[in-house]
């Protein structure tokens, strides 16, 4: 008859039992920490090689790609008068975008593919103060190939750029340039300006206007339109409306024939080293308020314009009026940055929070946005 022993075992024992497992436990869980680093390097790489497959494209590649969305838009005006420039196709249905000064006063627009196919256009949208216009083409025999509209917010100084248009009338032109710099105001004879506006060097010349400037990923991140000269030509300095208002604009043109601008109604001038000094400021930053328009969204929100002027060393100087130092909580360095945030952030009927300095005061003064007046 076999008898059965127990064995109880000791503290040591079970003690001993636990640090092995504890020790399993954290070679497993230094495993899983090597695995997940592995991990991220891998995701890491796999993200560069993306990078890397979307930016490099070639010149040849971009043309390529792009040349059956640009266009040649003539314009007749009357009797022999016309024009010519250029634009870029932005939906399947129909919908080609261009400057609005080259379709100005039109009576015909005709629109012409690079393989020399053209079609009678109407346009159905414009707006002014950006110079930019929307003209249809209804064909139900031609296929209509959009170009990608990339993302401006991410254009970097130095960044390699392309202009596809038709300079002189000469079809399909292709240059290649950088970003010289971003964010630039361009006046317009409406009275108003253009921010946020890319500068470029990539040669724009008269015929250029309307068509795309474009990315080293085949994306337009602008629109051609002006060039700084003397001589109506080519200097090595050319403006583009950015992207990023296009998709903002143009889908309301396209519904509506005309988009409504966010208006402040004020006039004033940047804060320099010479006004802040005069102001007792802490800042060089900011924008003076000089003037209020009676009845205006600046006037119903309480702002105050200048009233009283100190002469010294020959230059007027505003001793008073109120100087917007924040929007929205976002500082303001000068006029640029309220035009920009209007455009990118506000709409008609919007409100917006301005953080002005009033006789050596801080204070938040809200207002709501009506439409600007023509």
């Not at 838009?73 to 975008?97: A, P, W």
């Not at 300006?193 to 990539?202: E, F, H, K, L, R």
């Not at 309307?210 to 109506?232: C, F």
């Amino acid at each position: 008859m076999v008898k059965n022993e127990s064995h109880i075992h000791t503290a040591e024992e079970i003690e001993g039992v636990n640090s092995g497992i504890d020790v399993v436990v954290e070679k497993v869980e230094g495993i899983e920490r090597v695995v997940e680093e592995v991990v991220e390097k891998v995701e890491g790489i796999e993200r560069v090689v993306e990078e890397v497959v979307e930016i490099e494209l070639t010149l040849a590649e971009i043309f390529e790609q792009s040349e059956e969305s640009v266009v040649q838009v003539n314009v007749l005006r009357g009797g022999t008068e016309g024009g010519v420039g250029s634009g870029f196709v932005f939906s399947e249905d129909g919908h080609i975008i261009t400057n609005q000064h080259v379709v100005k006063n039109a009576k015909k627009v005709v629109i012409t593919f690079l393989d020399g196919e053209s079609y009678i256009a109407d346009v159905i949208g414009r707006d002014q103060d950006l110079d930019i216009a929307v003209v249809r083409v209804v064909d139900d025999l031609i296929k209509m190939r959009p170009i990608l509209i990339g993302d401006s917010s991410e254009l970097e100084v130095g960044e390699k750029i392309i202009a596809i248009g038709n300079p002189f009338g000469l079809s399909g032109s292709m240059t290649s340039g950088i970003i010289s710099q971003i964010g630039r105001l361009l006046p317009q004879e409406t009275g108003y300006s253009i921010p946020n506006v890319i500068q470029t060097d990539a040669a724009i010349n008269p015929g250029n206007s309307g068509g795309p400037l474009i990315n080293m990923k085949g994306e337009v991140v602008g629109i051609n339109t002006a060039i700084q000269s003397t001589t109506g030509e080519f200097t090595g300095i050319g403006f583009a409306v950015p992207s990023n208002t296009v998709k903002k604009v143009v889908p309301v043109l396209i519904r509506d024939g005309e988009f409504k601008h966010p208006w402040m109604g004020i006039s004033g001038t940047d804060v320099d080293p010479e006004l802040a000094k005069v102001r007792e400021l802490k800042s060089s930053r900011g924008f003076v308020v000089v003037s209020v328009i009676d009845g205006s969204p600046a006037e119903k929100a309480g702002m105050k314009g200048v009233t009283q002027t100190r002469e010294i060393d020959g230059r007027e100087f505003p001793v008073n009026g109120d100087i917007i130092i924040e929007i929205d909580g976002k500082p303001v360095r000068k006029i640029s940055d309220i035009l920009v945030h209007l455009q990118r952030e506000k709409s008609v009927g919007d409100e917006m929070i301005l953080t002005v300095i009033r006789t050596g005061v801080e204070m938040d003064l809200t207002m709501i946005l009506e439409e600007r007046p023509r």
